[in-house]
């Protein structure tokens, strides 16, 4: 797993740390991914939650009080509440609070059956899990999701927010779902910040949790550090100005 922090750039801390799959020695999360098969998306679905909360503990997030955010495939899930006993294990095992658990699915995932994963929702609901939408605005259901499920959180898809600040049709998008997830006491996360340009219309339209390179990279087995980012300061340049001839009462100049 690498970790990349969510960060809460109002209050200068780490909202939440997402777990990324990763290769043994760092390979990114394609190569991995591209050996998941239907006959063998379960047992990796939950070798990943068991990764994710034993390798965070091990990290020292357990005496820290941000969350810790998973990615799950809805897919993997066939009965919602056999499938959360593993995860629920584990936690306890390394004292991991259920209540700072994050759950993420991706939205560009075509969802088979919404009665399902209404049940998982109320599932991990019951268990006090937090339900994420992940690249919201990339996929098939758009807002209908939102409609569907209660989730707590919302992930704006980087194609959504990506030159934020060139881009008026899509900061009033932006505003409006801000908007929107507030009036559902939703949180909305924005991704794939890398430049301040971007970092500073997200705050102009309301949100605070952002996530992307900008503020830390994800950083392989560790939790890495952020920083929030600063305006820029150009350089002066330095000015060719002719020197003043300052002629003293002796006569002599200086």
Do not use: W
Not at 157 to 163: A, I, K, N
Not at 175 to 183: E, F
């Amino acid at each position: 797993m690498a970790v990349q922090p969510i960060v809460d750039t109002e209050r200068n801390r780490v909202f939440a740390y997402e777990a990324l799959v990763r290769g043994p020695k760092g390979e990114g999360a394609a190569s991995v991914l591209s050996a998941v098969t239907p006959e063998n998306r379960y047992a990796f679905d939950q070798n990943c939650r068991v990764k994710a909360i034993t390798l965070a503990s091990q990290l020292g997030i357990v005496e820290r009080n941000p969350k810790l955010s998973i990615n799950f495939m809805p897919g993997a899930v066939y009965s919602p509440a056999a499938c959360v006993r593993l995860t629920l294990a584990t936690a306890r095992a390394h004292s991991l609070p259920l209540d700072r658990l994050i759950f993420e699915f991706t939205e560009a995932e075509q969802i088979d059956s919404p009665t399902h994963l209404q049940q998982i929702a109320d599932e991990y609901s019951r268990h006090g899990f937090t339900l994420a939408i992940d690249d919201f605005g990339a996929g098939f259901s758009n807002v209908n999701l939102l409609a569907r499920l209660h989730t707590g959180i919302v992930k704006l898809d980087m194609d959504l927010t990506r030159d934020l600040h060139q881009r008026p049709r899509a900061q009033a998008i932006v505003r409006s779902l801000v908007r929107l997830c507030r009036g559902f006491g939703t949180q909305i996360v924005g991704e794939g910040v890398e430049t301040y340009e971007e970092y500073r219309a997200m705050r102009s339209c309301g949100i605070r949790l952002m996530q992307g390179y900008l503020l830390a990279k994800p950083a392989f087995e560790q939790l890495p550090d952020f920083e929030i980012p600063r305006p820029r300061r150009e350089a002066v340049p330095m000015l060719n100005v002719p020197s003043v001839l300052t002629i003293l009462p002796s006569g002599r100049a200086a």
